[in-house]
């Protein structure tokens, strides 16, 4: 794909980079949730490693590059998936790593990022603060900052899945992918566009997190006062200008969905998949939920991100009585 900040030659590279524990997640049709979406749809499962969520495929890169010229630290900002995605793949190559967090973060996830090592930093505020303070000690110290998505191993990391989709001898049509940063979608969108640019790419975002997509629709960037959403992993104002730039040129639409879509996905996968996951993940079936006419007939692939949630606000969204349904 010309044109983006990424090559397909250092994404292929990236595999070897990667822990293989992270790689070639399930891939797989789920008939189950066929009759409540009206379309074929297949599961690319990123839960099914050790941090539960694909963001060490990005993380893996950067450790191992960062071993290569003897760094010895690296600080990164995170709502909970990098920082434990960072200190597993920094653990492994002996980095010293902190993560900077807001400390309204899932708890799940911040008891995690100190389970795996990491030195862990609070702020009173969200993640915008986070990044700004991870930057200071960056700055401080004179150590590695990763900033996902913008840093460009992030997002070759993450296109790793895009290889593993376009590889498959399985066929598709559509690919969903949950917006946050940009790291995800640009990665998979290179892919997929660079191989199979029949296929349509969609980003989804919720309506209370919109700047990335109020950017990809106006082609410049947009950012927010405030963040309203569960889906606290893609909860980002402030979008990064290179990261839309390759954006708008891997992706074909972005679409806001509503809560409450996030909550019924989120339920459905549960009961018809069996996929405890974090509200990230729901994002794809979400946005079918919003739009059956527009995906019926299709073959989509949605790509669960994450499923690393905080369980007694898991149960309260989507309910524990026995036999309940989507």
Not at 56 to 85: F, K
Not at 266 to 283: D, F, N, T
Request: overall charge negative; aromatic content about 4%; some cysteine.
């Amino acid at each position: 794909m010309q044109g983006t900040r990424l090559d397909t030659a250092r994404i292929r590279a990236a595999r070897r980079m990667i822990d293989p524990v992270f790689l070639d997640t399930p891939l797989y049709r789920c008939e189950a949730l066929e009759p409540g979406l009206g379309c074929a749809v297949s599961i690319k499962l990123e839960t099914a490693n050790p941090v539960r969520s694909f963001k060490a495929r990005g993380t893996e890169v950067v450790a191992s590059l960062l071993a290569e010229h003897g760094s010895p630290a690296v600080v990164c900002a995170s709502a909970g998936n990098l920082g434990q995605a960072l200190a597993w793949s920094g653990r492994g190559r002996g980095l010293d790593v902190t993560v900077v967090a807001s400390r309204f973060a899932t708890v799940a996830k911040l008891d995690r990022i100190r389970a795996l090592g990491a030195g862990l930093e609070l702020v009173d505020g969200d993640h915008e603060m986070a990044r700004e303070r991870a930057a200071a000690i960056a700055r401080r110290d004179g150590i590695r900052l990763v900033e996902d998505s913008l840093d460009i191993e992030t997002c070759e990391g993450a296109a790793t899945i895009g290889l593993e989709l376009v590889d498959t001898a399985r066929s598709f049509d559509t690919v969903l992918i949950a917006l946050g940063g940009g790291a995800l979608a640009t990665g998979v969108g290179h892919v997929v566009k660079a191989a199979a640019p029949g296929v349509e790419v969609i980003c989804v975002q919720p309506l209370g997190a919109p700047a990335m997509t109020h950017s990809w629709r106006g082609r410049r960037v947009v950012t927010t006062e405030s963040a309203d959403t569960i889906a606290d992993g893609v909860a980002g104002r402030y979008p990064l200008p290179a990261v839309l730039d390759d954006l708008l040129l891997v992706v074909d639409d972005a679409v806001l969905v509503r809560e409450e879509s996030i909550i019924a996905g989120m339920r459905m996968l549960l009961h018809h998949a069996g996929l405890v996951v974090e509200p990230s993940a729901a994002l794809g079936v979400a946005a079918i939920l919003e739009d059956r006419d527009r995906f019926a007939g299709r073959h989509v692939v949605t790509i669960v991100c994450g499923s690393n949630v905080d369980l007694d606000a898991y149960h309260r969204w989507v309910g524990t009585a026995p036999g309940r349904k989507s």
